[in-house]
């Protein structure tokens, strides 16, 4: 059984910097496609930053140059490092893992296997 645990959010300044880090478990986590999304109150879930299995990585132009996305294979683990952060990027931020996800879907929150429960980021201007 899948899962994702986040962890890292909270609150800074406009300007500041997050890590925010998704420990993985329950299946080979090499094999995975992952992404971050977010979700603030009254919008729709949106992809922020995803890698496919090889590691290729996509990023919403919203956030390109600020955020990056990296992982741990041994430890399991799946980061967003987060700078330069904006009152906008305050959202709840979700992590996502699946087995079979296409190039052009990665950004999409469709259809992901499995989703971890979110850790809340607040930036205040």
């Known amino acids: 059984q899948v899962q994702l645990v986040e962890s890292g959010g909270g609150s800074v300044q406009s300007g500041g910097s997050l890590r925010l880090s998704c420990a993985a478990s329950g299946y080979t986590y090499s094999s995975y496609s992952m992404g971050w999304f977010r979700q603030a109150p009254g919008k729709e879930r949106e992809g922020v930053a995803a890698?496919?299995?090889?590691?290729?990585?996509q990023y919403a132009d919203s956030v390109k140059g600020r955020f990056t996305i990296s992982q741990d294979n041994a430890k399991n683990t799946l980061y967003l490092q987060m700078n330069n952060l904006k009152p906008e990027d305050t959202a709840m931020y979700y992590c996502?893992?699946?087995?079979?996800?296409?190039?052009?879907?990665?950004?999409?929150?469709?259809?992901?296997?499995?989703w971890g429960q979110g850790t809340q980021v607040t930036v205040s201007s």
């Open positions: 890698l496919d299995s090889a590691a290729n990585t």
């Open positions: 996502a893992a699946d087995s079979r996800r296409s190039w052009w879907s990665l950004l999409s929150p469709h259809n992901w296997d499995s």
